[in-house]
């Protein structure tokens, strides 16, 4: 079977990661979380303290973009794919909600995106890439022979990351995850540069009544069709 990169687009939760790990799994492709790659900046911002409550020092973040090195690799103490910043895994703590708080924010800087978006391209060059985001089938890979645009309501979202976080041990309230969904939302989609929109060749899945594996099947059948 001819490789093929998928983009899977979307808010927050509503399974995107977990559809494209699993697609990765089953077919041997390389799964590229973009999400972390925002976050990672982001982390590497508030570890510099330049980003803290309303300060974001923009300027020393863009200038340093050239010290940020970011690479996916095996975790074998947990045995899942993990984003490296500067040699050091940083799963968990890009999953805090500190940096949920200011990622939007840093990821609407155009300077930013550029960054990431030519690391993007670079690990789609060979194909056999699932990337999920934000702007992967609008901007990053357009020309992504499948695209999925995932879409759930903001409650289901919000319990469904809860509850991930209450199992990795990150403390936050129900509450405090809806908010920060709603806020993200709002932010990514109203963002100037590259806002979460569906492309208009992406095909609209709402995974709210769908079991994981019935919507992988799915899927699966969907990517044979384009290989
Ligand atoms: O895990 P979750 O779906 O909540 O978010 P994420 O995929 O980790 O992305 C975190 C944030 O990074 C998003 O809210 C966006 O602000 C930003 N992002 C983006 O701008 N473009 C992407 N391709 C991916 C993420």
Partial sequence: MKKINIAIDGTS??????????IANKLNYIYIDSGAMYRCVTLFAIQNNWLNGSHFDKESLIESLPDIHLKFAL???????????NGIAVEDEIRSMEVSNAVSRVAAVPEIRRAMV????????DKGVVMDGRDIGTVVFPNAE??????????V?????????????ISA???????????????????ADSPLIKASDALEINTENRSV????DHVLKLIAKKS
């Fill in 13 to 22: 939760s509503t399974g995107k990661s977990t559809l494209a790990k699993q």
């Fill in 75 to 85: 975790n074998k103490e947990k045995n899942d794919q993990t984003i490296f910043l």
């Fill in 118 to 125: 030519r690391l993007q391209h670079e690990f789609g060059k």
């Fill in 146 to 155: 499948l695209k999925l645009f995932l879409t759930c309501s903001p409650e």
């Fill in 157 to 169: 979202r919000a319990q469904r990351r809860y509850e991930e976080m209450q199992q990795k041990g």
């Fill in 173 to 191: 309230s129900f509450e405090q995850v809806l908010s920060n969904i709603k806020s993200r939302d709002h932010l990514d989609s109203s963002r």
């Fill in 213 to 216: 594996n019935e919507l992988l």
